[in-house]
């Protein structure tokens, strides 16, 4: 459509360029009537050829004009309309990573209630039973086989139930912080198959406030998940450091990698989950790998979050 204007517009401009060319033929006709009636010679005035040279400038340089205004506008009008894809896309992004955030914090404040619950409350129950077993047992000076097996099926349910509410949320989380519960974390996850290192320049008694702690926390199980299940690693390396005012996680192993720019088939590894909670703390989430070298990611929050 625009460039149908511009063809338009230039036909109009040379069609009033004719006109004024055929206005000034006409004078030039007259002028030259003249002349030749006065010095009856065949040529024309060198002031007429100049004239009208002038005028063919004049019109071919307002054509020359509109023509460069049309590009312009055409491209001033393409800048606008990619501003606002973009402005839509960023608008869609947003809306994304708040759902995201917000399914992670009541997943997350699921887990605590249900930890709670299960800790302060069917534990309890546990105990209280088997206590009043043991009561029992030795008031009536008896035993049983059956009483056996029931204190050892509580004392079973008692421990699975501790685990599972530790699994929910970490109790050396609540109780010792971060940098103490990932320092435990990479104890728990070493095996004969993998060895987890852990570093870090921050003391260990360290604290920050309990919902970046989790998220936190959470954020390095699920990498070390990922670790553990794709990377064939042997070794894996986590350093925590705090450097201009940023909380800074590296974690390193030396499994197979993978190509960068197939990062977007690996997306079900929960790293949409992930940058989404550091996006939140208006953070950095980097990956460096290389196929058969490993893989390497860094994680930077601010700390004034």
């Known amino acids: 459509m625009v460039f149908i204007r511009i063809f ?8 009033n ?25 065949n040529t024309v005035s060198p002031q007429v050829k100049l004239e009208q040279l002038r005028n063919k400038k004049v019109v071919s340089l307002f054509i020359v004009l509109i023509i460069i205004l049309s590009l312009l ?99 050396l989380l609540v ?18 198959n993998i060895r987890f290192e852990f570093s870090s320049s921050i003391p260990t008694e360290k604290r920050y406030s309990e919902k970046f702690e989790m998220k936190l926390y959470f954020i390095v199980t699920e990498l070390f998940n990922n670790i553990i299940k794709h990377s064939d690693a042997q ?13 800074i996680i590296i974690i390193h192993d030396n499994g197979k990698g993978f190509k960068t720019l197939k990062l977007n088939q690996i997306e079900g590894f929960g790293l949409n989950r992930i940058r989404a909670r550091i996006k939140k703390y208006k953070g950095s989430f980097s990956i460096t790998s290389k196929e058969n070298n490993g893989t390497t990611i860094k994680i930077q929050i601010p700390l004034s979050h």
Do not use: W
């Not at 800048?79 to 917000?102: E, G, P, T």
């Not at 070794?235 to 909380?247: M, R, T």
């Open 8 to 15: 338009i517009v230039t036909l109009f401009f040379i069609s």
């Open 17 to 41: 360029g004719n006109k004024v060319y055929g206005q000034q033929n006409v004078l030039s006709k007259k002028t030259n009537t003249e002349l030749q009636n006065a010095s009856d010679k």
């Open 73 to 171: 506008f055409y491209f001033v009008y393409q800048n606008n309309k990619l501003k606002q894809k973009i402005r839509r896309k960023d608008i869609k992004q947003k809306i994304l990573l708040n759902v995201i955030n917000a399914g992670i914090d009541s997943q997350e404040n699921e887990q605590k209630k249900i930890a709670s619950f299960l800790h302060d409350n069917i534990n309890s129950l546990l105990t209280s039973a088997s206590l009043h077993l043991n009561v029992y047992t030795a008031k009536h000076n008896t035993t049983s086989e059956e009483i056996s097996k029931s204190k050892m099926i509580l004392a079973e349910a008692h421990d699975l139930l501790r685990d599972m509410s530790h699994d929910l949320v970490p109790t």
């Open 175 to 192: 109780r010792f912080g971060l940098i103490y519960a990932l320092e435990d974390l990479c104890e728990k996850n070493t095996t004969s």
């Open 235 to 247: 070794k894996a390396q986590i350093s925590l450091q705090e450097k201009n005012e940023h909380f």
